[in-house]
């Protein structure tokens, strides 16, 4: 899930700071608002936005947090709005509800989880890439890159 690139440039120890607290923010909103997935896909939001005109290491891991949270919040939405379904409206919990919700235990485990190894993994001056959301962020940071 995690690959480690090497890097070619040593980031100051206020960088690593802040390329590791990129990781964090989601993982506090996650403490304090568990129920709403909203929550961690604006503190990533605030604080990219905070750090977009930072370094170009500091900024890849702001876009490398903010995308992968953006990829969850769609599955928690979901599941999210079908809880409220069944627990205000006439729905009623199936099979496939119970799958899907498991299913989605699993996947915030397995982020809430690889967030802790790459924020400390970056802190330690490690580039580090999540799986697929590697990908996608060099691509964006790539396309910024050539838009300057």
Sequence with gaps: MITTAKFNYQPHESELERASNSYLMSLVAVIG???????????????YLGNRKSTAFVKWHC?????????LF????????WT????FYDETATNYYFAYIITLVIFNLIEFFSTLIIATKVRKGQHTEFFFFGDVTNLICKTNENNK
């Design 84 to 87: 409220v379904s069944i627990l």
């Design 63 to 71: 876009t490398q947090a903010l995308v992968s949270q953006l990829g």
């Design 33 to 47: 608002g568990l129920p709403l997935p909203i929550l961690n896909l604006m503190a990533s939001i605030f604080f």
């Design 74 to 81: 769609f599955f928690n939405s979901a599941g999210f709005w």
